[in-house]
């Protein structure tokens, strides 16, 4: 049985809930590995919209197993408020939902750091989502942090003291005079946090490999994207994780050995929330008009995103970083009604073209794109099922995407619901769902 790891190939937001939702039914379980509530995707379920943030879309598919790995960063308040909401919408999940012991705990405090650097940053900002994840993610890299199964320990109180007045220093020297709440206050809440989620704490690197051990196949879920992974991606405006396809081993005990292979999840154009560079980008007019069409509004933060057309030096590099072995294509149909539709094929960096993503963030920032114009379809893509049935102007600018990218495009999507999803039955995307396409396409 294969395990196959799903990665955004840009700056997240490419639609990666809808293509896991769609993809479950060739898997046993889905294993979230980094990042914690700053990812957000909306799944749709007996006519109920759910915006899940920590907890795996996997969730939805009775019988899934789902995890939430070590890699992570969990606030167990959010998490208890996710999963009431799933569990009064008639979820049932005791005895398949599974979150590490050794997952880092954020606090409450963490979000309140984050969201003061922010404010004192001014136009500098990251535009984080507020949510705490780069203190917390600190705090696990400098050695203080609070695990899952350190919620039960009993120098708890202890511990919490240090980190707290770490995080009171700095919120003072930002200017924020308020005091945290006590110690031993934190204590109790963590200690009613850590009581109702016991039932779902494992060491879950043993219960994966074991899953794997018995034929089991598992969906490593990438949250966010390449661009915004803390070593790959566009610092320091990224994320505070590894959210490229290493993430998935080191983020769950899963060795590299056991992952066999990588679906990446592209947006037919490009978007990016916060700031940083974005060398595709398009301001004015067009860009309004794919933020409108395209729904472009942050699910976590209601923020609206950026917009640019496709970028295939990012898509390239994506695929390289992650080891990319089949593409699913999404929002192809937010781009019917353009007359042309431009390509990012490269960057003029000093006087010269240059084809790969540059390390370097001012040549990034003074990057001018180097654009391919292809022929729009102006015709109606969404709900196509059928290859034949594409107009021909957007088969070459799928056909486009292929040789550039140098990946098979397998899955295309051209709208927001599971039926709306063309899947070409190619051989990458076979191996990588052990042969159970027939289910994807049943429950499609
Ligand atoms: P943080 O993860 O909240 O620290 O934010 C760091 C950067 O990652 C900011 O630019 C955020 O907008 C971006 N970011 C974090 N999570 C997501 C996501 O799920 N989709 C898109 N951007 C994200």
């Known amino acids: ?9 840009q700056w997240g937001d490419e639609g990666k809930g809808k293509i896991v939702d769609l993809l479950c039914p060739a898997f046993d379980g889905v294993v979230r ?22 907890i795996p879309s996997g969730v939805l598919h009775p019988g899934m197993l789902c995890v939430l790995g070590n890699g992570m960063v969990i606030a167990p308040d959010h998490m208890l408020g996710e999963l009431a909401r799933l569990y009064e919408a008639g979820v049932r999940f ?12 954020l606090l409450p405090c963490h ?23 780069g203190p917390a993610y600190e705090n696990k890299a400098s050695r203080f942090g609070l695990r899952m199964g350190d919620l039960f320990a009993p120098d708890l109180e202890e511990r919490l ?23 031993a206050t934190y204590a109790d809440q963590c200690r009613g946090w850590a009581e109702r989620l016991k039932p779902s704490l494992r060491d879950t690197e043993q219960l994966l490999n074991t899953w794997i051990d018995e034929g089991k196949s598992l969906l490593f879920e990438g949250a966010q994207g390449t661009l915004l992974d803390v070593d790959h991606g566009t610092y320091p405006f990224v ?15 899963v060795p590299p050995t056991r992952i066999d292979g990588a679906i990446g ?55 390289m970083i992650n080891g990319i072995d089949t593409i699913a294509l999404t929002k192809l149909d937010v781009l019917d009604e353009f007359d042309e539709v431009p390509v990012c094929i490269g960057y003029q960096v000093g006087g010269r073209m240059i084809k790969e993503l540059p390390a370097d963030l001012r040549s990034l920032e003074t990057a001018v794109p180097v654009l391919r114009t292809l022929k729009g379809w102006r015709r109606t893509t969404v709900g196509t099922l059928d290859e034949a049935d594409l107009p021909r102007e957007a088969k070459d600018y799928v056909d486009f995407i292929e040789q550039e990218v140098g990946a098979p495009v397998t899955l295309l999507s051209t709208g927001p619901r599971r ?25 499609r």
């Open 94 to 105: 005791d005895d398949r939902l599974f979150v590490s012991n050794r997952a880092h705990v």
């Open 33 to 54: 590995y980094q990042g914690g509530h700053n990812a957000g995707h909306t799944v749709r379920f007996r006519d109920q919209h759910f915006s899940l943030q920590l």
């Open 1 to 9: 049985m294969a395990n196959a790891v799903i990665i955004g190939m």
């Open 161 to 183: 003291r240090v980190q707290l007045s770490k995080v009171q220093v700095e919120l003072e020297s930002l200017g924020v005079s308020e005091p945290l709440q006590s110690p």
């Open 419 to 443: 039926e709306e999803t063309l899947i070409r039955e190619h051989g990458s995307l076979a191996r990588l769902t052990s042969g159970r396409l027939g289910k994807v396409l049943e429950q």
């Open 239 to 253: 994320t505070s994780s590894n959210s490229t396809a290493g993430g998935a081993c080191t983020g769950t005990g």
């Open 111 to 133: 979000a309140q750091l984050d969201k003061a650097r922010e404010e004192a940053k001014g136009q500098a900002r990251i535009g984080t989502t507020s949510r705490g994840i």
């Open 265 to 319: 999840v592209l947006k037919a154009y490009t978007t990016r929330v916060g700031g940083g560079p974005f060398p595709a980008e398009i301001e004015g007019a067009a860009g309004e008009f794919l933020r409108r069409r395209g729904n472009e509004f942050g699910t976590v933060t209601g923020r609206p995103r950026r917009c640019g057309w496709l970028d295939t030096v990012v898509a390239r590099y994506a695929r």
